[in-house]
């Protein structure tokens, strides 16, 4: 078992000092990370946002890259006969059903 201590490091950055604290050491050899960290907290949140990185810090603390809205396709639901709109361009050689019909069916399997 090894003994993690906190640790005064230097941002290469912006040359600021940060402490990398035995709680974050220990996160970091629990995912098999050998490297300490080389930028400050803060220098590392301009730098994802600088690259279009998570809004909140990735996927474990629940965040999301922002993207374009999906675009949607105009068609007829060929179960019901409504109009909707799906995220695919419809063929014809395939049914294409709106939400409603969509997941009764999908109850049926």
């Known amino acids: 078992m090894v003994a993690y201590a906190d640790k005064t490091l230097t ?3 912006c040359g600021a000092q940060f402490q990398f604290t035995a709680g974050e050491q220990e996160f970091y050899a629990s995912r098999g ?3 300490e960290p080389g930028r400050c907290p803060d220098c590392r949140s301009a730098r994802k946002a600088q690259r279009g990185g998570y809004s909140s810090g990735g996927y474990s603390s629940g965040g999301a890259r922002s ?4 675009a949607m396709f105009p068609t007829t639901c060929s179960a019901c006969g409504a109009e909707t709109e799906v995220p695919f361009q419809p063929r014809t050689d395939k ?3 709106c939400t409603n019909c969509f997941q009764s069916r999908r109850a049926y399997r």
Not at 67 to 70: I, L, S
């Open 95 to 97: 049914p294409v059903y």
């Open 11 to 13: 941002c290469r950055d």
């Open 67 to 70: 993207r374009e809205p999906r």
């Open 33 to 35: 990370l050998e490297n």
